[in-house]
Nanobody, 130 residues
Framework: QVQLVESGGGLVQAGGSLRLSCAAS????????TGWFRQAPGKEREFVAA????????YYADSVKGRFTISRDNAKNTVYLQLNSLKPEDTGVYYC???????????????????????WGQGTQVTVSS
């Protein structure tokens, strides 16, 4: 089992920044992908960003490209999501998730689907006011 705990959410004005953290504990895969997803009220959960264990591969949804940055510190078993230039439409619960499959085992689109992820955190709320 892998336990994931997100933190760093909060209320921020449009244009502001937040840094989310996802700390992993328990079983660790020798190589895995960590993704961030978000869910706005009344909407389906959507892919935000993902990063490979080796950090050589990152991927972003078009809606956040250039504003969000995903990174990881493997020594700390922690993945970060830096949110800059926040917009009200970025509001939602942000979840981190892990899939025990290295990047490249499947097509890129595999890692954009939440149903393919094995472990999930409880989520952290991000609210952006206009």
């Amino acid at each position: 089992q892998v336990q994931l705990v997100e933190s760093g959410g909060g209320l921020v004005q449009a244009g502001g920044s937040l840094r989310l953290s996802c700390a992993a504990s328990g079983r660790t895969f020798s190589s895995y992908v960590t993704g961030w997803f978000r869910q706005a009220p009344g909407k389906e959960r959507e892919f935000v960003a993902a990063i490979s264990w080796s950090v050589t591969t990152t991927y972003y949804a078009d809606s956040v490209k250039g504003r969000f940055t995903i990174s990881r510190d493997n020594a700390k078993n922690t993945v970060y999501l830096q949110l800059n230039s926040l917009k009200p439409e970025d509001t939602g619960v942000y979840y981190c998730a892990v899939v025990g499959v290295p990047w490249g085992a499947y097509s890129d689109s595999y890692y954009f689907e939440d149903s393919n992820y094995d472990y999930w955190g409880q989520g952290t709320q991000v609210t952006v006011s206009s």
